[in-house]
């Protein structure tokens, strides 16, 4: 079992930066993948960026240019570095851990952006 435990969300104002971590505990084998989704009110969840275990990374265009995906692998955690924040970026995050077929899901931190 995989357990994932969130943290960094917030207020904050337009602009400003935020950094999301996550950390992996319990049955981890090397050669997973991360990712970092969202989900806005009455909104599907959606891919916001993702990282492989040979640290090849992909982003939503809406993210481009400003968040950073990275990854700590000695610590199983992942991390979102999150620039020029706008108030289109609020929502409930969520980390996801993808393992021989399974995925992993973190609780969820709110970030929530104002103008």
């Known amino acids: 079992q995989v357990q994932l435990v969130e943290s960094g969300g917030g207020l904050v104002q337009a602009g400003g930066s935020l950094r999301l971590s996550c950390a992996a505990s319990?049955?981890?084998?090397?050669?997973?993948?991360w990712g970092w989704y969202r989900q806005a009110p009455g909104k599907q969840r959606e891919l916001v960026a993702s990282?492989?275990?040979?640290?090849?990374?992909n982003y939503a265009d809406s993210v481009k240019g400003r968040f950073t995906i990275s990854r700590d692998n000695a610590k199983n955690t992942v991390y979102l570095q999150m620039n020029s924040l706008k108030p289109e970026d609020t929502a409930v995050y969520y980390c996801?851990?993808?393992?021989?077929?399974?995925?992993?899901w973190g609780q969820g931190t709110q970030v929530t952006v104002s103008s």
């Open positions: 996801k851990l993808r393992q021989h077929g399974a995925d992993y």
């Open positions: 319990g049955s981890i084998y090397s050669g997973y993948a």
């Open positions: 990282i492989m275990w040979g640290e090849g990374t």
